[in-house]
């Protein structure tokens, strides 16, 4: 018998709590640039987003941000989609409420990306 340290719903909590502290980390590195800079032009905040480290830490957010709204939509999905509220309806609306998310998460992700490099 294996005991299984961390299950479904913890790893997912974690993976979580990790995006949303990893967002935080950028919001507060934002907040440092505009904050310890007493003018910014559009030279100066071009050349901060082509700054490597801050292209990776961009990076690092979208991605954070598109599994953490992946998560999200997951639980709101499965808490309205389901066959008490919607009855037989409830495979195909969940089903194409997924494909939907995923679409747009993924549009968004890949397009921002771009952008960023």
Partial sequence: MSVKFFESGTNEFI???????????YIIYLIYFIVSTPSIDYSLWKTFFEGFVTRIFSSLFLISFAVHTWFGTWAIGSDYFTPARLG?????????YRIFCFLVISVVLIWSLLIIW
């Avoid at 993976?15 to 980390?25: G, H, K, S, W």
């Avoid at 037989?88 to 194409?96: A, E, F, M, N, P």
């Fill in 15 to 25: 993976i979580v709590r990790a995006c949303a502290m990893l967002m935080f980390l």
């Fill in 88 to 96: 037989d309806l409830s495979k195909i609306v969940y089903s194409s």
